[in-house]
């Protein structure tokens, strides 16, 4: 068996929008109402077998209160791929996506890029509209979801959907998002 990484993933996102949640359940199939907002930063691991390949990922949950905005570069340099997690009931959280990848952009970090909705557990509160943040995201080349942390729903699919995107990516000498999509065919179909 062949083994691809360590793939370096950093998750970005407004607090309280469910990253270290999210982060939980794709690892360890766990959930806390409690979950103490993150200081600073959190680094996980996890390893995945795609297609007889065995994928190690560097997950870095990010702070994202605000006074912890600051440090958020030192996390996403060299990294391979960008999570950006919203609250489908906040419509400010979405707004905030876009803010996140002018950052990574000027700060010159080029990564496979992907969009979460999170709590989708809360749907008849939601705020933000699928179809907004879907044409939002194809307008970046990235991939767009929704998930629930709290009930497990969307995790793995979008998350592996997402990490498959950021191994091919980084196969696709000097490639983009949108060159591995091109190289590689619509690698959602398969998840």
């Known amino acids: 068996m062949s083994q691809e990484g360590p793939f370096k993933i950093v998750i970005l996102g407004e607090g309280r929008v469910g990253k270290t949640s999210l982060l939980r359940q794709f690892v ?17 691991d996890k390893i995945l077998q795609l297609r007889g390949t065995q994928v190690q990922l560097s997950l870095w949950d990010t702070a994202g209160q605000e006074r912890f ?5 030192i ?4 990294a391979d791929g960008a999570l950006l997690v919203y609250d ?4 400010d959280s979405f707004r905030r996506v876009a803010k996140w990848v ?33 044409t939002y995201a194809r307008s970046i080349n990235a991939r767009h979801s929704t998930a629930s942390a709290k ?13 498959r995107d950021a191994l091919r990516w980084q196969q696709v000498e000097g490639g983009s998002a949108s ?3 091109e190289a590689f065919g619509a690698l959602a179909e398969d998840a």
């Open 88 to 91: 489908i009931t906040d419509l």
């Open 102 to 134: 002018e950052e990574l952009q000027v700060m010159g970090t080029k990564c496979v890029l992907a969009i979460v909705g999170n709590k989708s557990d809360l749907q008849s509160q939601a705020k933000v509209p699928k179809a907004d943040a879907e």
């Open 151 to 163: 009930l497990g729903f969307g995790v793995d699919v979008g998350t592996l959907r997402f990490q």
């Open 75 to 78: 996390y996403y340099r060299n």
């Open 28 to 44: 360890s199939k766990t959930f806390s109402e409690q979950e103490a907002s993150t200081q600073s930063a959190a680094y996980l």
């Open 69 to 73: 905005h600051s440090l958020a570069p």
């Open 179 to 181: 060159d591995a999509e």
